[in-house]
């Protein structure tokens, strides 16, 4: 019995980005990239493969770190001053190109031979053989892959990781011609993916870029924010980082009100914010319940003497008026 995520795959008979070549390690695969595909848009490209390994099908999911244009006769010094004299070999230039493409891997899984069993995260044993296709992402396979749950929270958190550094990336060319992004990055459940010491590579690695970008990107017009049940988890840099705060009923025990206090300095501010009621008794109807808000930072219009706001808000927005 095969396993649904490689009947999938197997049914993927176009987005070829290229071959396994040569050389590649665990980490780090290069692929030959096929000619219609030479002219496309591969940087930064989510990719697969499926390999065998000890009779076993695994999932190598990767991202095309960097491209790089090989032609032997532009190498050979020989050819050089004809280069020099006539910009370019007959017949040569051009036609003789090769590009290879890097992969950095991401994640690999196991793909078990039964429609029940889990397939299982996977860490390469050996570098993967030459001739290997390999494809686009698309959403039929990632589908497959959600359907599964296979490695929710890492695959995930492979994918924000994608997105911010596209967004990144943006931010830095727009900059560079004197320009900005206008662009905020919610994050929900942020506790997920930006976590203290979590032993997933993919989330510690995610934690490390969104710290760094945190820090750097406000120059690009680029703001984030980060909505989570418990902020106890969020990295401390990031809460360091955070210049408004918005604070619902709940967070009211344990290291998370300790949390608080500390941002808030504040003792009679963080007895009010004790005083929350649970919005589910506010009314028997939940489209009447009301949902008390502490904010802290500059969006108060008390921010200057320190202390924060407190709203209530509405389900309908009729309710606002």
């Known amino acids: 019995m095969s396993n649904p995520i490689l009947e999938v795959i197997n049914k993927q008979t176009s987005d070829t980005v290229g071959i396994t070549g040569s050389p590649s390690t665990t980490i780090e695969i290069n692929i030959d990239i096929k000619e219609e595909s030479k002219l496309g848009r591969i940087l930064g490209q989510m990719v697969y493969f499926v ?23 532009h190498q050979d010094p020989s050819f050089k001053g004809v280069i020099r004299l006539h910009g370019s070999l007959s ?35 050996t570098s993967p053989s030459t001739g290997i296709e390999v494809k686009k992402m698309n959403n039929a396979v990632m589908n497959a892959l959600k359907k599964k749950k296979l490695g929710s929270e890492n695959i995930k958190a492979m994918f924000v990781r994608i997105i911010e550094n596209e967004i990144k990336t ?4 727009l900059y560079t011609d004197g320009k900005k992004v206008n662009c905020l990055v919610v994050m929900d459940e942020a506790h997920r993916y930006i976590s203290n010491g979590s032993s997933d590579p993919q989330i510690a690695e995610l934690t490390t870029e969104i710290v760094d970008s945190v820090r750097t990107t406000r120059k690009y017009g680029i703001g984030y924010m980060f909505i989570t049940q418990t902020i106890e988890s969020l990295d401390k840099e990031i809460l360091q980082q955070i210049r408004i705060f918005s604070f619902g009923y709940g967070l009211t025990v344990g290291t998370e009100i300790k949390t608080i206090s500390n941002l808030l300095n504040n003792e009679s501010a963080l007895q009010l914010y004790k005083s929350f009621i649970d919005p589910s008794s506010s009314h028997t109807k939940p489209e009447l319940r009301r949902y008390p808000f502490m904010f802290f930072g500059s969006v108060s219009p008390l921010s200057f003497t320190g202390a924060p706001l407190f709203i209530e808000v509405y389900n309908n927005p009729s309710d606002f008026r």
């Open 91 to 125: 017949h040569l230039s051009g036609r003789a190109d090769n590009r290879v493409a890097t992969i950095s891997v991401q994640v690999a899984y196991a793909l078990e031979d039964s429609k029940e069993s889990d397939s299982k995260g996977h860490i390469l044993g």
């Open 51 to 73: 390999l065998q390994e000890e009779g076993q099908n695994v999932l190598v999911i990767g991202q095309v770190t960097s491209i790089e244009t090989q032609n032997r006769w």
């Open 170 to 173: 943006i931010g830095e060319d």
